[in-house]
């Protein structure tokens, strides 16, 4: 039987279906790149080759999922695909061959969670949230409860807390993210990362440290510590932001993970996922409530505009933005350059009364801005 794989290339193409699973896999850990994609098997395969079968029944369920789709309807799957959660299928298996011992059953079970997977991810396309492994994660808890005493974890040995058991603990806190366990894994996964995106490998492996860390702070044990099992969750949450956001996003996941702990739920990587969703929310919030350098980009655009078009030789002229985060804060053009000249690093901030705000280089023309008639709504302006 042979399966010819969605892909953006042609679908004859035996190296293209190959990348295309390459890529599929590689969004497990949010990079879909074909060299992430074959590290992160090689990662899981090095731990468990069961679970490695696992990830390819669950990504090969997944784009027969696709495949038998009426032609209209696959547009949805095309955008599952290509954004970072058309794993879903591949994580839905591995965690019924993580849970479930019996093969015959785990490989039934990821077919099924699997196909299940994928169809909540495209309908949860739609949505302007991203929805990361949240559908693996739903067919999962729906499942989970009757076989939850079947899981082979094992036991962990206890570890010597020295300088190269923090530093394997690193790089085995990436293996949980496929299931599997060890520094190796976890090193593979962590190349593969870089393979795509360098810097985002630095903050994934920052991620799964400062996660062990707070996870020891919050009481848990040296050997779980130590063992890479409290890293993933840190580690995914790190990986969509960089620096601007990712210490945040990592220790809310922590937070979140050792909530879920005390609940008694299994987490599985539900953490990362609610403390990535309230990151964007609140970045979101922060860009409907401020001035951003992307508004003043828009008003010096608009200023070349009117510039371009001669809407700039009547007295007076202006363009103006306001921020609902600063009341009675404006920006406007600087005094003495022309329209064409107006960029947004020199667009200079004022008050309602046409104060200077802060450091300018440039003076403004006050007097036409306070000249505009009194039923401009100055105070009541929505955000730039």
């Not at 492996?205 to 040296?222: E, I, M, N, P, R």
Request: a positive charge; proline letters at 6%.
């Amino acid at each position: 039987m042979s399966t010819v794989l969605p892909s953006d290339a042609d679908p004859f193409c035996i190296g293209e279906r190959f990348r295309s699973v390459a890529r599929a896999i590689g969004q497990i850990v949010l990079q879909r790149h074909a060299a992430t994609g074959a590290l992160v098997f090689a990662g899981v395969l090095c731990a468990s080759p069961r679970l490695a079968c696992g990830l390819l029944l669950g990504t090969l369920a997944g784009a027969l999922c696709f495949l038998h789709r009426p032609r209209s309807h696959r547009c949805r799957f095309v955008r599952v695909s290509r954004r970072p959660y058309g794993f879903n299928g591949a994580l839905a298996a591995l965690v019924a061959f993580a849970f479930v011992q019996d093969d015959s059953q785990a490989a039934a079970l990821a077919i099924v969670t699997a196909i299940a997977a994928m169809l909540i991810a495209g309908r949860l396309s739609c949505l302007s949230m991203p929805a990361f492994s949240a559908p693996a994660i739903l067919t999962t808890w729906c499942w989970l409860p009757l076989f939850a005493d079947r899981g082979d974890t094992g036991a962990i040995p206890p570890v010597s807390a020295d300088w190269q058991a923090i530093f394997e603990a690193s790089f085995a806190g990436l293996a949980p993210i496929t299931f599997a366990t060890g520094a190796f894994a976890g090193a593979l996964i962590a190349l593969g990362i870089f393979a795509a995106r360098p810097s985002r490998a630095g903050w994934t492996l920052f991620g799964s440290a400062l996660g062990a860390v707070l996870h020891g702070l919050g009481g848990a044990s040296d050997a779980v510590v130590l063992s890479g099992a409290c890293g993933f969750n840190a580690a995914l949450a790190a990986v969509p932001y960089g620096k601007r956001f990712a210490v945040a996003s990592i220790v809310l996941a922590v937070l979140i993970e050792r909530v879920i702990d005390c609940i008694g739920i299994t987490a599985l990587t539900a953490p990362f996922v609610l403390a990535s969703w309230t990151v964007i929310a609140f970045v979101r919030y922060l860009a409907r409530t401020s001035v951003k350098p992307a508004a003043r980009i828009d008003l010096a655009a608009a200023y070349r505009l009117i510039a371009l078009n001669g809407w700039d030789n009547v007295v007076y002229t202006h363009v103006f933005a306001s921020a609902t985060g600063e009341p009675g804060r404006f920006l406007i053009n600087p005094f003495g350059l022309a329209f064409d000249e107006v960029t947004a690093g020199n667009l200079v901030k004022i008050d309602i009364d046409g104060n200077v705000i802060g450091d300018s280089a440039h003076p403004v023309n006050a007097t036409g801005f306070a000249r505009m008639p009194p039923s401009t709504p100055r105070t009541a302006m929505p955000p730039a």
